[in-house]
């Protein structure tokens, strides 16, 4: 079993929608989860990190986390042609301090 | 603040032969990662240092690779000898401590031919 599981997509919204991208992780004991962004031929880039169940907001970008259900998210607002890319959702363990990745959802912002 | 420096950008061997990649953390970052990333994939931890000690190697195939941090700054992953199947994208990547979010070199493309 993949220990984080993301859509891979593609998610394709319109110029000025609200984009959904969804994460699962297996480990229960997980204490951290960040959101980064990858254009094509570039290496990820940190959008957002949250610790705490609930929302956490930054600009456009919410992320949002429940622990009981192993389950965070990030919503784009007001979704831009700029923010098409591969949005990697990952996970730290808890006891060893592991970050692993998803596999990415591909986002693509349509005009 | 300066980024994660990595070098060369690209690089294309033929199989069989050695190859090495080096990479400069952001000034104060005690901790240091090697991810591999294949195309349509998320990056892969290979090995993660804290200070100069390899804390989790346990993806690295030690067979061809090996790693090595010297003074706790600088780090350079070696390949010998490359297979095909090593062909990727090669992340390094570095933070303040273990538990803090990581921050991305631009990373070296490796072709085996």
């Known amino acids: 079993q993949k220990e984080v599981e993301q859509n891979s997509g593609p998610l394709s919204v319109p110029e000025g929608a609200i984009a959904s991208l969804n994460c699962t992780y297996s480990?229960?004991?997980?204490?951290?989860f960040f959101w980064y962004r990858q254009y094509s031929g570039k290496s990820p880039e940190l959008i957002m990190f949250?610790?705490?169940?609930g929302d956490k907001e930054d600009g456009r970008f919410t992320a949002q986390l429940n622990k009981a259900s192993q389950y965070v998210s990030l919503l784009i607002r007001d979704s831009q042609p700029s923010d098409s890319a591969t949005y990697l959702c990952a996970v730290m363990g808890g006891s060893n301090y592991k970050l692993t990745f998803g596999k990415g959802t591909l986002l693509t912002v349509n005009p | 603040e300066a980024g994660v420096v990595q070098s060369p950008r690209y690089k294309i061997i033929e199989k069989k032969q050695p190859v090495a990649f080096w990479c400069n953390p952001i000034?104060?970052?005690?901790?240091l990662y090697w991810y591999l990333q294949n195309l349509g994939q998320g990056p892969e931890l290979l090995i993660r240092?804290?200070?100069?000690?390899?804390?989790?190697d346990s993806q690295l195939p030690k067979d061809r690779f090996s790693a090595e941090r010297l003074k706790g700054v600088d780090s350079t992953l070696k390949i010998q000898p490359a297979e095909l199947g090593d062909s990727a994208v090669y992340l390094c990547a570095s933070s303040e401590d273990r538990e803090s979010p990581l921050h991305f070199g631009n990373g070296t493309r490796l072709t085996v031919t």
């Open positions: 000034s104060g970052h005690n901790t």
């Open positions: 949250i610790y705490s169940n």
């Open positions: 480990d229960r004991g997980s204490q951290s």
């Open positions: 240092y804290e200070n100069e000690e390899a804390v989790d």
